[in-house]
């Protein structure tokens, strides 16, 4: 069973930044992508950004590229987003969430991923 542990949520205004990060504790496989997504309330979990482990090819919802960010690193078994110049419409929580892939690009639909967080929530909010 592979966990998923979230962290770095919070409270920050609008135009400040926040960084996630994404423990995939027992998970040694070179062989799958992480990903971020999030829920705000009353709508659909939707993807933000997802990173393979193995040659960090990157994916992000095109609504979101220029101010998120994904990283991994490899030693550590952790995956970053670092969300810059955050807005009111990021209000959500945010999840990290794990599946195996080979050689394709990772994908940005919760349908793809086996293994999810627990979630972790970031408003933005003066």
């Known amino acids: 069973q592979v966990q998923l542990v979230e962290s770095g949520g919070g409270l920050v205004q609008p135009g400040e930044s926040l960084r996630l990060s994404c423990a995939a504790g027992d998970f040694n496989s070179a062989h799958y992508a992480i990903g971020w997504f999030r829920q705000a309330p009353g709508k659909e979990r939707e993807g933000v950004a997802c990173i393979t482990k193995k040659d960090g090819t990157i994916n992000y919802a095109d609504s979101l590229k220029g101010r998120f960010t994904i990283s991994r690193d490899n030693a550590k078994n952790t995956v970053d987003l670092q969300m810059n110049s955050l807005k009111p419409e990021d209000t959500a929580l945010y999840y990290c969430?794990?599946?195996?892939?080979?050689?394709?690009?990772?994908?940005?639909?919760?349908?793809?991923?086996?293994?999810w967080g627990q979630g972790i929530q970031v408003t933005v909010s003066s």
């Open positions: 969430a794990a599946y195996r892939v080979f050689f394709e690009r990772c994908a940005l639909q919760k349908s793809y991923y086996d293994y």
